[in-house]
């Protein structure tokens, strides 16, 4: 289904496809014709993605038909082999974690996973972990330093689950002990925004020494309709939190949140799934490469000066 600003794109497909079906039932030559639609189209495209609002953007993040974390895990990395539970209290299927292999080198890979369909989501909660997994993380995290392994997290999640049993288990304590046991990884660690960081819920597995983004994902505090919520008491008004929060790749990139962004293929990532892969593994190789001569000491400290710079400001008056 297309998202709302796509509806002219749509209609100009269409009005192709109608125009090849006409000439294929009559037997006529509209190849020109065609020709020029099709190359309208195209500039359509990009015109459109070119100025896409924040809150367009935020649309494109959650569009359905995205690659999820169990698609790099499949498509950017070999040999991926999953470990379960946390030693503690069981499995949450909103984490996946495991070894995989990027290029020559062994990693740990820790990715958030929404579902594909209904069904799926329901399962993987939306993405929205338990303090089960973020202890399923801290194993991995424990693993990584073991073997020297460089660890990678691809973050998707509206945020961690915020019901009443998560809360009893102690999410918040579960949360900020993943982000310091991240945060003193002996290890390179790369952070990836796939579709959606929200909150704590991906600052858990986002503390890392190179943090990189897709164009269309999103990172911030809180998503812009809780936003709106707090703010204005009216979800209605996510478009104006989503423009105040600055949430978007070159946003982050611009405040220093984020170290590179990740170009997509043209309509998102959604339109054409295994370049968008293709392109996050050659960023991750790179991004690997580049950590590895780094010792223990330097890589703790180019993540602790990385993250204490976060947060500077300006005084309006």
């Known amino acids: 289904m297309p998202l709302p600003f796509e509806k002219p794109i749509e209609d100009l497909e269409i009005k192709i496809e109608e125009?090849?079906?006409?000439?294929?039932?009559?037997?006529?030559?509209?190849?020109?014709?065609?020709?020029?639609?099709?190359?309208?189209?195209?500039?359509?495209?990009?015109?459109?993605?070119?100025?896409?609002?924040?809150?367009?953007?935020?649309?494109?993040?959650?569009?359905?038909?995205?690659?999820?974390?169990?698609?790099?895990?499949?498509?950017?990395?070999?040999?991926?082999?999953?470990?379960?539970?946390?030693?503690?209290?069981?499995?949450?299927?909103?984490?996946?974690?495991?070894?995989?292999?990027?290029?020559?080198?062994?990693?740990?890979?820790?990715?958030?996973?929404?579902?594909?369909?209904?069904?799926?989501?329901i399962h993987r909660n939306f993405g929205m972990a338990h303090p089960s997994g973020y202890r399923k993380a801290m194993r991995m995290f424990d693993l990584a330093d073991k073997f020297g392994l460089p660890v990678i997290t691809p973050i998707d999640t509206p945020g961690a689950y915020p019901g009443i049993a998560a809360e009893e288990q102690g999410q918040a304590w579960v949360i900020a002990e993943s982000i310091r046991r991240m945060s003193r990884l002996q290890v390179p660690a790369i952070s990836v925004v796939i579709g959606e960081g929200g909150s704590g819920g991906a600052l858990a597995v986002g503390v890392a020494n190179r943090v990189l983004i897709l164009e269309n994902a999103i990172y911030s505090v809180i998503s812009p309709e809780s936003c709106a919520a707090i703010l204005w008491r009216d979800a209605a008004e996510a478009e104006k939190a989503a423009e105040a929060l600055k949430l978007t790749a070159y946003d982050l990139l611009e405040l220093g949140v984020v170290d590179r962004v990740i170009d997509e293929p043209v309509g998102g990532a959604h339109k054409d799934r295994e370049e968008t892969i293709r392109r996050v593994r050659e960023a991750m190789l790179a991004e690997v490469a580049s950590l590895m001569p780094l010792d223990r000491q330097a890589l703790e400290a180019q993540r602790r000066e990385r993250f204490r710079a976060l947060g500077r400001f300006r005084d309006a008056a």
């Open 19 to 121: 125009m090849r079906a006409y000439a294929g039932e009559q037997g006529i030559d509209l190849s020109d014709e065609i020709t020029l639609l099709e190359q309208r189209l195209e500039r359509l495209r990009r015109d459109t993605f070119d100025n896409l609002t924040r809150w367009q953007r935020v649309q494109v993040a959650r569009a359905a038909g995205r690659p999820t974390a169990m698609d790099y895990l499949q498509g950017a990395f070999d040999g991926f082999t999953e470990l379960h539970g946390d030693r503690t209290l069981g499995d949450d299927p909103a984490i996946v974690a495991g070894l995989a292999r990027l290029g020559e080198r062994s990693v740990v890979v820790i990715g958030q996973q929404k579902g594909r369909d209904t069904k799926e989501n």
